[in-house]
């Protein structure tokens, strides 16, 4: 039982990751690598301010903004400088460890007694004292959905759009009138502004922020978007974007099934990078990245 | 009007491929003229377009359109008044996008790409009974990813999408060529229908040589970055496809095609 809401509260958490990591990977087809950068950031920033007593509900629009703002950086490396996507991502990733570590100032902080959004008075007077095991996996789904919702929303708008022409062919969007560049920046902002508002909502989780948070981040959520994206491929009722949701927990499970079949917890990374070989082996998006790629 | 005044354009400058396209080029295109532009691979045709559209710097000289220079626009700026064909059928329309959606984007060039809705169920009825004038059967297809057409309806729906906004120029570039005799033809005639009904001042670029001498008022015939044949109006009409062959097989001797 325990086990089962750890998969759901987690897999939850990191879908709002995939959604960012959907919009760079899938729409842009941006292989972003900022994320494992971004994704502690949104971590860190919420436990340094959570430990200074801060009203924790401000730590969401703070990550979300600084993640923006990073993501806005990535672009502009690889647009204005034109640096390659690969790498404007790694220069991110990399610089941004040493960001972490400022923010901090040290590799790890606890923040086990202090109010987070899923433990304060506001909380625990809501949920009566039988449902408390569950108010955490409760207030998780419910920011999640909001933040599909709200993707889905901006997907429809015009600028939506533009950010969905621009990764299926960068031509038309020049001949709208639009300058390409600024829409990629814009959806590596808002791509971002997710991941970093997911490592916002972990550190708050877990209660503690750890340096090491980040690595792997983006296997993680290129796993979940493929998973999702190619399990329910043919199901048009189911928006790609819960798609993406449902491949997250998914993910999430399996990962747990590795570690309960007697893997050590030390053994993670490892059974993330296998488990994401097997599913790009299994799933078609490999051939199509290749043949693109090879021709780039 | 359009003006292109003393362009040069070199490739590889200072290195021994040095390639000298345009020297001291000049063109002047009247408004509502439709110029249909012939000449052999590397005569610098598409090069012009590209020119035109910002897609290419010059090295010299001016563009003028309607008398505003617009040498140093960025080639998204300057496609806000230019709609554009492309010989690629894919390169119109976004493949992954609905028929609707597709449209959508098109008829919102020029105004901001905000937070609005994408596509606005007021102008649906409008979109259909455009498509409905391609009869191919498009309009009862709104909610079809353009992928899925076949290169012609693609290219029928570039055409739709790059005429649907108030423009200065419509630019065409070899936009039948990569479809089959039969519809290219079909493309061809839907071509000249909205660029009379549009008086929309057209450049088409084509390998077709009867296509140049059977449509549009104005014909020009490219060579190492010259007009070497340059014909509007009666003097046009008077030509025929057999003529502008002979001329066409004598540069390509030169050139030793």
Known sequence: ?296 | MLELKHINKYYNPGSVNELCLFQEFNLTIEDGQFVAIVGSNGSGKTSLLNIVCGSIDVDDGKILVNGTDITGKKDYVRHRRIGRVYQNPSKGTCPSMTILENMSIADNKGKPYGLAKGVKKSRIAYYRELLAQLNLGLEDKLHTQVGSLSGGQRQAVSLLMATMTSIDFLILDEHTAALDPKTAEIIMRLTDNIVQEKKVTTIMVTHNLRYAVEYGNRLIMMHEGKAIIDKAGAEKEKMDTEEIMKIFNQISVECGN
């Not at chain 1, 998969?7 to 879908?15: K, T």
């Not at chain 1, 999640?144 to 939506?160: C, E, F, N, Q, V």
């Not at chain 1, 796993?223 to 009722?237: N, Y």
Request: contains cysteine; hydrophobic residues 50%.
């Open chain 1, 1 to 296: 039982m325990i086990l089962l809401l750890s998969v759901f509260e987690q897999g939850l958490i990191y879908a709002v990751m995939a959604l960012g990591v959907y919009i760079t990977y899938k729409i842009l087809d941006f292989p972003d690598l900022t994320v494992d950068g971004s994704f502690p950031m949104g971590a860190a920033i919420t436990a340094v301010l959570i430990s200074r007593d801060l009203n924790p509900l401000i730590t969401l629009p703070i990550s979300f903004l600084a993640g923006a703002l990073i993501g806005m950086l990535t672009g502009i490396i690889h647009v204005k400088l034109k640096v390659r996507d690969l790498l404007s991502g790694i220069i991110m990733m990399t610089a941004l460890y040493t960001v972490n570590l400022r923010i901090v100032g040290k590799a790890n902080l606890p923040i086990y007694n202090k109010p987070n959004i899923f433990d304060n008075e506001l909380v625990n007077g809501i949920f009566p004292e039988a449902l408390s095991a569950f108010s955490t996996v409760i207030l998780i789904f419910i920011i999640t959905m909001i933040t599909k919702y709200l993707l889905d929303w901006y997907l429809h708008t015009k600028s939506g759009y533009m950010l969905r022409a621009v990764g299926d062919n960068e031509t038309i969007v020049t001949s709208l009138g639009i300058d390409k560049g600024f829409v990629k920046i814009v959806g590596l902002s808002i791509a971002n502004g997710l991941v970093s508002l997911s490592g916002c909502l972990f550190a708050q989780q877990q209660r503690y922020y750890d340096a090491s948070f980040g690595t792997g981040t983006v296997v993680i959520g290129l796993a979940s978007v493929i998973i999702g994206t190619s399990l329910f491929q043919k199901v048009t009722v189911l928006r790609v974007t819960s798609s993406v949701v449902i491949g997250s927990i998914l993910y999430k499970a399996c990962v747990a099934l590795a570690i309960r079949m007697g893997l050590q917890s030390s053994d993670l990374k490892l059974v993330t990078a296998i488990l994401f070989l097997l599913i790009l082996v299994a799933g078609m998006d490999r051939k199509r990245k290749v043949k693109t790629d090879a021709r780039a």
